[in-house]
């Protein structure tokens, strides 16, 4: 089931970068928390240019391994949610942040 073009979601993808790697200014993230997410900006950056789509820089990676990297990585960053439960706002980040690809 195809609900969005390989284009645009590179288009989503580049702009989840742009996101993540704004987000620890944005939200005030300090200590491990900045860390992982300035991590998880670069590691989505590297994912994106090397698969293998429109907007693919290198296209070293299919497209569907993409999609199956991207899925674990929701996963995992909804666990980072409840990891830094005592930290309200990644909580919500974290959890929220990857919550429509889970559905």
Known sequence: MKIISS????????AT???????PTIFKMEGNLCTITYTLGVVHFCL????????GLIKVIPFRIHGLIEVAV?????????????????TG???????????
């Open 7 to 14: 284009k645009v979601h590179g288009i989503l993808d580049y």
């Open 17 to 23: 970068v742009i996101f993540l790697l704004a987000s």
């Open 48 to 55: 994106t240019i090397l698969t293998d789509f429109e907007v």
């Open 74 to 90: 929701a996963l995992g960053s909804a666990a980072l949610g409840f990891w830094f439960y005592n930290n309200g706002s990644a």
């Open 93 to 103: 980040f974290y959890f929220l942040w990857r919550l429509p690809l889970l559905l």
